[in-house]
């Protein structure tokens, strides 16, 4: 396994702590990879979801002979790959003659395998064969919507799993607010029987309707491909209970020099700059002055005041 050591810079402590676990959790990092034998149609593929997914995907374009997924042992190396790359999702595509174009998608939790699906691809048509106009080509990063079509995703075991996993493999970043402008591209996945999906990406043209709801139109952008589930493989009890554990409780944001204390409560701290009274010029028209001019004038009279009635009481 990968050897973690204690950080010795603040930029290596900065990495460590991205990494460590989070109340609101960062966008899903997804990792690319080929098996020992990869057909020109497989690599066709992993090149179109590293090109949906560039913003935030890691792509290894070397054979891996050591992965084998739904085997024992042969998910060491993937999950030291998902511990090297930070990436809590993963693409493996293999070919061999019992399995062509293969391909098993698959999540991590805190890097150990999750769940798996396994799919056939068939039918694959390249974003390079459909013709559109390019000023309608999704911006890298926006938001997808989804349309799953066909009552299989509701009812079929294998079907709803695999939509789970699509959904978390190409929705990105979750966010609570969307600007209806910015959203550009369309997922549709129909399900055509128990066990193949056709899934096709769409670019979404906004169109005036008379309404404040704009009219939508779906223009075929690709890649599009039949997805034939094979296999699949759910998590047990207790890996989903730890997998799915929340807190309604948010962290308390940390305020600079506020600290509590049992019996003083909230105390804060108050940092004042040196005051250089000594170096400070006092004018003469300063109020506390005038008074004090005041009360010297008047006791200067009450003393000459006195001093008369002396003189005319001695005469």
Known sequence: MLKIKNPKTHRAKREIEKRAPKFVENG?????????KTSDVLNMVLTQIYHLKRDNAVK??????????????????LEFFSLKTDCSLFVFGSHSKKRPNNLVLGRMFDHHIYDLVEVGVENFRPIESFEYDKKLTPRIGSKPFFAFIGEGFESVEELKHLKEVLLDLF???????????????VFVCTALSSSTVFLTHCALRL??????????????VGPSMDLVVRRHRLPNDSLKKEAMKTTSEQPKKKIKNVSSDVL????????????????????????GLKRERREAKKRKV??????????????
């Open 207 to 220: 169109k005036r309707s008379g309404t404040a709801i704009p009219r939508m139109e779906l223009v075929e």
């Open 264 to 287: 003083q409560g909230k105390i804060g701290k108050i940092y004042i700059p040196d005051q250089k009274v000594g170096g400070i010029t006092l004018s003469s028209d300063v109020k």
């Open 28 to 36: 899903k990092k997804t990792l690319i990879l080929h098996g020992t």
């Open 171 to 185: 929705r990105g970043e979750v966010v609570e607010n969307l600007n209806l402008a910015g959203i550009d591209r």
């Open 60 to 77: 290894y374009t070397k054979k891996n002979e050591n992965i084998r997924p739904f085997e024992s042992g042969g998910e060491t190396s």
């Open 302 to 315: 009450g003393i000459e005041n006195e001093a008369k009635k002396r003189k005319t009481a001695s005469d």
